[in-house]
Nanobody, 126 residues
Framework: QVQLVESGGGLVQAGGSLRLSCAAS????????MGWFRQAPGKEREFVAC????????YYGDSVKGRFTISRDNAKNTVVLQMNSLKPEDTAVYYC???????????????????WGQGTQVTVSS
């Protein structure tokens, strides 16, 4: 089992920045993939970014490319999402996801991730 705890959400004005963290605990030695999704009211969960643990390859959703950066701290089993140039449409609950093994699903799919955190609210005011 893997437990994920997100932190760092909050309220920010458009154009501002926020930094989200996701700390993993439990059976993290075999981690394969960690990433972030978001879900706005009335919408489906949307892929934001992820990183593959073996080689640090990163992937981004089209709506956040060039503004968000995902990184990891192996020693702390933590993945960080740095969000810059935030827009009101970035407002959502952000969820951290993790997968302990390789998957046949696209990394942009929720089905590629087995474990989820409780989510953290990000609100961007105009």
């Amino acid at each position: 089992q893997v437990q994920l705890v997100e932190s760092g959400g909050g309220l920010v004005q458009a154009g501002g920045s926020l930094r989200l963290s996701c700390a993993a605990s439990g059976r993290t030695f075999s981690m394969y993939l960690m990433g972030w999704f978001r879900q706005a009211p009335g919408k489906e969960r949307e892929f934001v970014a992820c990183t593959r643990w073996s080689d640090s390859t990163t992937y981004y959703g089209d709506s956040v490319k060039g503004r968000f950066t995902i990184s990891r701290d192996n020693a702390k089993n933590t993945v960080v999402l740095q969000m810059n140039s935030l827009k009101p449409e970035d407002t959502a609950v952000y969820y951290c996801g993790a997968s302990p093994s390789s998957t046949s699903y696209s990394y942009t799919s929720v089905y590629a991730f087995r474990y989820w955190g409780q989510g953290t609210q990000v609100t961007v005011s105009s």
